[in-house]
């Protein structure tokens, strides 16, 4: 086995550093860069022609660094750098290998300047080389990038590109941009009605606001109306599409109330406890997660894996205290409980302030969860609520599991049911509240982790959610894990829908009215709990 992994260690060391010597320029190409560095301003073009023809995919990150205006060089040995800023200081980093040259001086650089007409080429030297990169994604990107600034060079480009191109995809967002041109700088009317015809089926922000344009100002008619209809074509999938998306932020603030909620309809139901405190264990778990990329700063795409575990240990031994030394102490007075859990929440409110400052933190997002897909130009889902969605109906499932499968889960269910015929029968019931107020709050905490990734870190974190936690628990029936499913995202896609008309605030009132009026109707819930101790 030790061998094995050692292979495999060479393996990997040895593709990395084939990798990263095939982003070093060739030997052909280190006098150009070398008289790049050299070069007058007005000498710079020509320089980069040669670099272009002579390897222009190679060059693409100097390309892109030069039009951000962020291209510097070492003064004593002409060594190419890109300029990045990190946690607010100026950082330079080899343009080719990456490496981060920390100790580097404003002085010790100096910037390769960029003028407009070098900004023209390079925006169609990188358009270029990725209209021939392998990738079929990169390659319509490209083509969309130009949409907003086609002339009459850039459109032989890619008209040239199109007699190759062999992805479907990319033909599509090619023949937009060949009918985009044809419509804004054709004087035959038939052509620009051929065009704006050709362009009705597209859904880019472009096309939009070109047949917009056409159909205010075309001086034909028939160009005019065949606009107006695409336009009004758009409308109606751009009204469709926004229904998916509201639909899809729903379900995220579902998966955020399920976690929020699942640990307290578990604590709620099985020991009767109003747990006010419960909002506080969702910020632990966000501090766990804060704190964890904090002492491993390099490790930030594996922080999560390891925030995930961490936090539910905090949280959950943090749980398992209140439980044992207030909670047990209090059995059979609710109201002394909820004041109790309350004075509990501001005193980890201020102890958090205190180690960690009022101040907001900033949890960073691991590049595995940052982007979104792109579905069209008219709706894209953001990996990181994706990710949460799914990581909720995972913990849904594994506590399900629990529940149902372990000796713990048929302790607490017989708890639920009938705390004094548990305890007739053996059960110890006072190490299954300690066991299941653990297991909540340590939920409770994994929420946290999923918080981290949608807003920023901070001491009142947990009373953003804990209203809407009750609200979920208390609508789908105490202690009823599917009831807490399916109230979460009932309640989650009902806010995202109710706010664009009424406003945050108003949504949020008009649900907890609709579940005022709704538990008069059915004062356990959609789902009650079972057992005689729910009678």
Known sequence: MNYFIKICSCLLALLISSSALAELPSAAQQPLLQELTTVKLSKTLPVLHQLEASEGAD??????????GNLYFVKEDGRLLGKYKAQGATLYADLFTGEKLADLTKKQVKKIKVNNRLRGYLGEAIARIQLSNKDSDVRAEAVRSLFSDLDANTI????????????????????????????????????????????????????RNQLTKLAENDPSRSVRKAAQKGVDKIAKQAEKYSFVNQLFFGLSLGSVLLLAAIGLAITFGVMGVINMAHGEMIMLGAYTTYVVQLLLPEMIEYSL?????????????????????????????????????????????????????PLNRQVATPDWMSGSIEINPLLSLTLNRLYIVAFALLVFMILLIVLKKTSLGLNVRAVSQNRDMAKAMGIRTDRVDAMTFGLGSGIAGIAGVALSQLTNV??????????????????????NLWGTLVAAFTLGIANKFIEPVTGAVL?????????????????????????????
């Open 305 to 357: 894996w390891i925030a995930v575990p961490a936090a539910f240990i905090v949280s959950g031994t943090v749980g398992i205290l209140i439980e044992r030394l207030v909670i047990r102490h209090l059995h059979g007075r609710p109201l002394e409980t909820l004041l109790a859990t309350f004075g509990i929440s501001l005193i980890l409110q201020q102890l958090v302030r205190t180690v960690f400052s």
């Open 507 to 535: 949504a949020s009132i008009l649900v907890l009215v609709f579940i005022i009026l709704f538990i008069q109707k059915r004062p356990k819930g959609l789902f009650p709990q079972k057992g005689r101790a729910a009678e």
């Open 156 to 207: 032989e480009l890619i008209r040239t590109a199109r007699l190759d191109e062999q992805s479907r995809s990319v033909q599509e967002v090619m023949d937009v941009a060949l009918a985009l041109y044809r419509a804004d700088n054709s004087d035959d009317a038939t052509e620009r009605l051929q065009a704006v015809k050709d362009l009705q089926g597209s859904l880019e922000p472009s096309v």
């Open 458 to 479: 901070g001491p009142n974190l947990g009373q953003a959610y804990i209203i809407d936690s009750f609200m979920v628990v208390v609508f789908g029936g105490v202690g």
């Open 59 to 68: 060059m693409l990150p100097l390309f892109k660094t030069l039009l951000g």
